[in-house]
């Protein structure tokens, strides 16, 4: 007999690894963020019997669902109020209106507990008296508005006069958002990956898609570790997504976060945000937890790497000192980055991006509310396919 050895890419593997565990799945997710797996688990519940593969190249999601702050938030109104200034009107009622039912949705799939859901308000403070009165007539406003997109009439209010219960430096005023909270963003992913591992969802971590190539009865998925064949790939890998898409629309945007030790007496709560949502910070296990400074160097933090850079360290140590706790004492435990995934408009992509491969991806810095939203978006595209 001939010898038929030849050198292959796929040694890694054994037959029953082929079969059991990577061959013959219909569909690909890219992805094991907020939103590649909401999209399995809302494909899973229209189509039950489709066989679904997350491909992770992390050991635990490596891009933003994991790294955030943990605000479920959908608006604060200095955000709004410089939305309108760029993008269209009508964009900007139905994205806060997206945020405020994907808030819903994530609290119904997962539960309050799972997601360790504090209802404590959203705050935006101010350190300039003129722009505090001008946005506090915007938000009376605001709440007319928001009447029709979520039902609510009510959702700001002035709250200045407890700001002496928080004891910041330099804040003349604060608008509260009363619907607005905190959430554990660790358990809410754990919540979901286990949701989706009960649901006979394959995740695989610790593969790199490198490449996709579209063919006449598929779509070969070449990673790092096996060449996978499938009818069908959704790509939700957000900041990252132009590396296998080489799409110009969706962005890298790189947050800096960092967490303070427990601080003795910190005895407020709440998500905050300054300077049209520029910085955020919060109350987390008796800690505090800042992030943000991104438009100090935009050009620098356009990037998927994760370094941490001194500048917008250096601020936010600063505004932590001056404005957050100026009579307290803290040490910084830890800082982190996450990427998030921008472009032009500030809507998320979901469309088929070639005849077999969907992509769903740029979520920006409100992926926590709208992920599930998104998710069950990108199932509803696949219908026609599965
Ligand atoms: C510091 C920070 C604070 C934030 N705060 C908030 C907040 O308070 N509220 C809010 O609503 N949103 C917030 N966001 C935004 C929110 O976290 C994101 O919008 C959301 O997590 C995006 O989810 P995703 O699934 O689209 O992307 P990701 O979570 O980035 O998931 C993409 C996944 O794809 C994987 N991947 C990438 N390339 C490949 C590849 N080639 N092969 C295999 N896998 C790959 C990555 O490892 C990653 O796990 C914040 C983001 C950051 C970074």
């Known amino acids: ?52 593969l997350v491909l992770e190249r992390g050991v635990l999601p490596h891009g933003a669902s994991t790294k955030n702050a943990g605000f479920a938030c959908f608006g604060s109104p200095s955000e709004i109020f410089d939305d309108l200034k760029k993008i269209p009107e009508d964009t900007v009622w139905q994205t806060i209106a997206m945020r405020w039912n994907g808030l819903k949705k994530l609290r119904s799939i997962l539960g309050d507990g799972n997601i360790g859901f504090e209802p404590v308000g959203g705050f935006e403070c101010f350190d300039d008296k003129y722009e505090f009165l001008e946005m506090l007539e915007f938000s009376n406003l605001l709440n007319k508005k928001l009447k029709t997109f979520i039902g609510k009439n009510d959702v700001y209010d002035d709250y200045s006069v407890h700001l002496k219960d928080y004891g910041f430096g330099k804040i003349v005023g604060l608008i509260r958002n009363k619907y607005e909270a905190g959430i554990q963003t660790g358990r809410m992913m754990q919540s979901l990956l286990t949701l989706c591992r009960e649901a006979g969802i394959e995740i695989l971590n610790g593969i790199t898609v490198e490449q ?106 600063e505004l932590l000192q001056r404005v957050i706790l100026p009579r307290k004492k803290f040490r910084i435990e830890q800082r982190w980055a996450g990427i998030m995934g921008v472009g032009p408009e500030k809507k998320p992509i979901i469309e088929w991006h070639s005849e077999r491969v969907l992509i769903a991806v740029r979520m920006g810095g409100m992926g926590v509310a709208i992920g599930s939203v998104v998710g069950e978006m990108a199932a509803e595209k696949l219908k026609e396919r599965l």
């Open 212 to 317: 996709i190539q579209e063919c006449n009865d598929g779509v070969e998925v070449h990673t790092d570790f096996y060449h996978f064949k499938v009818p069908n790939v959704v790509i939700a890998t957000n900041g990252f997504a132009s590396a296998i898409t080489g799409r110009k629309d969706v962005l890298p945007a790189r947050a800096q976060v960092l967490i303070t030790e427990k601080i003795k007496g910190l005895n407020w709560k709440g998500t905050f945000h300054m300077d049209k949502g520029y910085y955020y910070f919060r109350e987390l296990d008796g800690r505090v937890l800042l992030g943000g400074g991104r438009n100090l160097d935009f050009k620098t933090e356009t990037t998927t790497d994760f370094e941490l850079t001194e500048k917008i360290q250096l601020k936010l140590e």
């Open 1 to 52: 007999m001939k010898n038929s050895f030849k050198k292959s890419n796929n040694v890694k593997v054994s037959y029953w690894d082929k079969k059991e565990f990577l061959d013959n799945k219909d569909i690909i997710i890219i992805g094991s963020g907020l939103v590649g797996l909401f999209t399995a688990y809302h494909i899973r519940k229209k189509f039950p019997k489709t066989k679904i």
